[in-house]
């Protein structure tokens, strides 16, 4: 872990250590993996043959004909191939890493496929949902949600060194409703948007829970998960034909989230 500051920023962003383990760790293990893999069959010929009897086992003369490929090569092609899987894996925990940058103006957060730019006039609060940094915009709808291991403390210093709005927890917490099917105060779009997003929770498809989240981030409901189970809340109320942050025509109207009230805070739901 690294923290950074330098005139009016702060950065916290994975430090040397974390990376040179990420980059050492996998590649060592995925080369190990496979020198174990190409000793599995010398190993299994020593099984007791009502192992060789069990329906998933490959019979004694396939495994002694496995063992038999045994030898230099073979090892060297299966250690190359965890090698290579080690670097992948290591590759993509690298993408995942997220730099935080907070200074008095706002919040700029970075990984390796994705930059976002928050400005401190938008944001209404923010705190750590799980594994998630969120930022809530004035109107209490999401702004952004990034998944980061950074220890909440560090995020915590970062931002409130700034003034920008923290919470040890969600401050609307309180606000979520159960969600359950046909529920008359969602429209059939929102209804629809759950529906699929329960599909995705039960088939642990995490990418589509996620790109769901937004759908419903769009029309201003909010959602959280327990396991299978929903929770949902709307964004504040608007007056129509009002503009967003970004000067879009969506019928919300920004409220100060200077006074949230802090009373009713949790944390993870």
Sequence with gaps: ??????????????????????????PVLGAGAG???????????????????????????????????QGVVLTSILAAVGLAAGLLLALTAHGEMVAVEVSPRGAVLTSSERREEYAREDIGAIFVD?????????RTAELGRWRTDHPERRLREA????????????????????????????DGHAQSLLRSRRTALKEKDAEDAA???????????????????????????CVEGTKDERGNENGFLSVDGGDTDQGGAHGTR
Excluded: C, K
Excluded at 14 to 24: Q, S
């Design 1 to 26: 872990m690294s923290v950074s500051t330098t005139g009016t920023r702060t950065v916290v962003r994975a430090g040397v250590g974390t990376r040179l383990f990420v980059w050492g760790l996998f």
């Design 35 to 69: 020198v174990l893999l190409s000793l599995a069959p010398g190993w299994a010929t020593r099984l007791p043959d009502w192992v060789h009897a069990l329906p998933m086992m490959p019979g004694a003369e396939q495994i002694a004909l496995l063992a038999g490929l």
């Design 130 to 138: 799980g594994h998630d940094l969120v930022l809530l915009d004035t």
């Design 159 to 186: 931002f409130v060194a700034h003034g920008h709005p923290w919470n040890e927890g969600d401050p609307y917490a309180d606000e979520f409703r159960r969600w359950a099917d046909g529920m008359p105060e969602l």
């Design 211 to 237: 790109e769901l989240r937004e759908e419903l981030a769009a029309v201003g409901i909010l959602v959280r998960e327990e396991g299978h189970r929903q929770y949902w809340r709307r964004a504040r109320p």
